[in-house]
């Protein structure tokens, strides 16, 4: 494919955003390489918090700018959030002033350890960027999180700033306010750049598959409603069979034509790009500059013997045995978190199970994917503006039952800060994991990095409670605890087989191991194994299939279960039925 026409002459910033697993890391990561082979300084963030940008490129990331290995003007950084977190807290505590004493200060760092803070840092470092704390470089490139997390960081301009205007006295979750009062100049800056067509582009990335076109139509509108409408779509990993007679490959290739000939009509009138799907994966130097570069034809491959496992109607089996429980489904996005838990959710009803399936994930759709009604299953999701509105009311009715109307008003303002919708979400999410006590929940999470921030919410909330109970604590039950039982939660991670969906399980599965939280098994999603194919290019990708799934047998599972690639994605309970 010819390189790209934005790219050849880019803004100074381009986002890269996008459902999970569409390809933004990687198609982000060889923009960046192809602008420095042209003599080009290049910035390259990643404002995920659970970025892969340190695989992708060969070099170890930290949150200040690190020249990446045989590739001369391009640097390279992951905002971290704990330490933008730590480095917030500091500021904040700073402006406290001599007369504050040790206890004032221990308040307000307890009032700053909670999700939202890491939220409003993670920003504050990435709003420095779009104000130009780095300087010398013609283009900065931002990899960003899934979609929900990243509608939510580039509103967030637009939500404080809103906040903040006439609120002298800030939101009670965040401690003194002053630290956020004073950027909020910054904030206004930043809301200025970002709209600016002349200095920001944003790249829609999909795949030529239905969920991920929906979920960047809708993407496309909520940018524009920010006033972010310079955009530009990406279609990645585009399929063209390469010869006749192989019905996988054939239908592979009429589902993504037909995808694309059907794209909603705000996509359609965007200026558009397709990436073809690669035989290799995208991981090193040398596969990231392939990428826009035409491939050679490969030869075919001799698939290995037995690549093989256990479906997800073995899976099923086991989980159905105790009768009830928090079954929550991990991984990156676009690995098929929402397929694997909705099946696993019809599987429990068809064994006679009563199940409730939601979702914490702002973009997920498991309603779509079940698109049917099964006697015994309920399904529903966390909606953080219906959990939000809840939450206040609550608040109101309680706190500010006996209060004044003036005082009421008072309260009203400090709950419209942005940090209330963390805090109505986890209340929401403790709420549901409760339910498992004498049900089966079927939770499908958010990406990687959105719910380890929930999971920091939980920790939080955790370490309050017991500090608060003290030598009682043995009377309470905290979410976090109902996490680490094992009798009572089972976590699932999901990833496909391929390197960097597999790293970033392991990688995942290194942080619920640090909250004492252990996996109980591994799915691998979308196998071309055991399909027959006998295209070329499929069959070198089923060689690469071989190497990583004996990677995770090899000392990341406890269990591994295999799906299969299917052409027509598994949607309805008659197909969730059938995989289980």
């Known amino acids: 494919m010819p390189q790209a026409e934005p790219f050849q002459d880019p803004t100074r910033y381009l986002f890269f955003t996008g459902k999970g697993g569409v390809g933004k890391t990687s198609l982000s990561c060889a923009v960046a390489l192809s602008l420095a082979d042209a003599g080009r300084r290049v910035m390259l963030v990643s404002t995920d918090p659970a970025s892969n940008l340190d695989e992708m490129l060969g070099v170890a990331l930290s949150d200040q700018p690190k020249p990446v290995p045989d590739a001369p003007g391009l640097f390279a950084m992951n905002i971290d959030p704990d330490k933008a977190a730590e480095d917030y807290r500091i500021r904040v505590l700073d402006q406290m002033g001599p007369e504050a004493t040790d206890e004032d200060r221990a308040t307000v760092r307890e009032q700053l350890s909670g999700a939202c803070t890491i939220e409003i840092a993670a920003f504050d470092e990435f709003v420095g960027l779009l104000a130009g704390d780095v300087e010398g470089f013609d283009h900065v490139i931002f990899d960003t999180a899934p979609t929900g997390h990243t509608l939510r960081l ?194 429990l009803v068809k064994r006679g199970h009563k199940v409730h399936l939601t979702t914490t994930d702002p973009a997920a759709h498991v309603s779509l994917v079940v698109d049917g009604n099964l006697d015994g299953l309920t399904v529903d999701r966390i909606d953080p503006v219906v959990e939000t509105a809840r939450y206040v009311e609550k608040v109101l009715a309680t706190k500010g039952r006996d209060q004044d109307e003036a005082d009421r008003a008072l309260m009203r303002e400090d709950l419209a800060s942005p940090c209330t919708e963390e805090v109505a979400v986890f209340h929401a999410f403790s709420r549901i994991v409760a339910e498992a006590r004498g049900a089966f929940v079927v939770m499908d999470t958010a990406p990687t990095g959105h719910t380890l921030l929930l999971l920091d919410a939980t920790g939080a909330y955790h370490r309050q409670m017991t500090q608060d109970m003290g030598t009682v604590q043995g009377r309470i039950v905290t979410p976090l605890m109902r996490l680490q039982d094992p009798d009572y939660t089972r976590v699932i991670l999901v990833a496909l087989p391929e390197t960097t969906p597999v790293s970033e399980a392991a990688s995942l599965q290194d942080d619920l191991r640090r909250a004492r939280i252990e996996p109980w098994g591994w799915v691998v999603n979308r196998s071309l194994a055991r399909t027959g194919t006998t295209d070329p290019l499929l069959q070198r990708r089923i060689m690469g299939e071989a190497a990583q799934m004996a990677r995770i047998r090899n000392g990341l599972a406890r269990r591994m279960y295999l799906v299969p690639f299917l052409a027509e994605p598994p949607v309805g309970v008659p197909a969730l039925l059938s995989l289980t």
Do not use: Y
């Open 154 to 347: 580039l509103s967030l301009p637009r939500a404080w700033t809103g906040f903040l205007k006439g609120n002298d006295r800030g939101a009670s979750c965040l401690g003194p306010h002053s630290g956020l009062k004073m950027q909020e100049e910054r904030f206004k800056a930043a809301m200025a750049t970002l709209s600016d067509p002349g200095q920001t582009s944003i790249v829609l990335v999909t795949r030529a598959d239905r969920g991920a076109v929906r979920e960047a139509a809708r993407t496309s509108d909520e940018l524009r409603a920010l006033g972010l409408g310079n955009q530009r779509l990406v279609i990645n990993g585009v399929f063209h069979a390469s010869g006749q007679g192989d019905a996988v490959a054939e239908g592979l290739a009429r589902d993504h034509a037909a995808v694309i000939a059907a794209l909603p009509a705000n996509l359609a009138a965007l200026p558009r790009d397709e990436v073809p799907l690669r035989s290799f994966d995208m991981v090193g130097l040398p596969a990231l500059r392939a990428l826009f570069q035409d491939e050679r034809p490969v030869a075919a491959a001799v698939v290995p013997a037995g690549i093989d496992g256990a479906g997800l109607d073995a899976m099923v089996d086991e989980l159905a045995q105790p009768g009830r429980g928090l079954i929550m489904v991990m991984g990156k996005g676009g690995v098929g978190k929402t397929t694997v838990a909705a099946a696993v959710a019809v599987g």
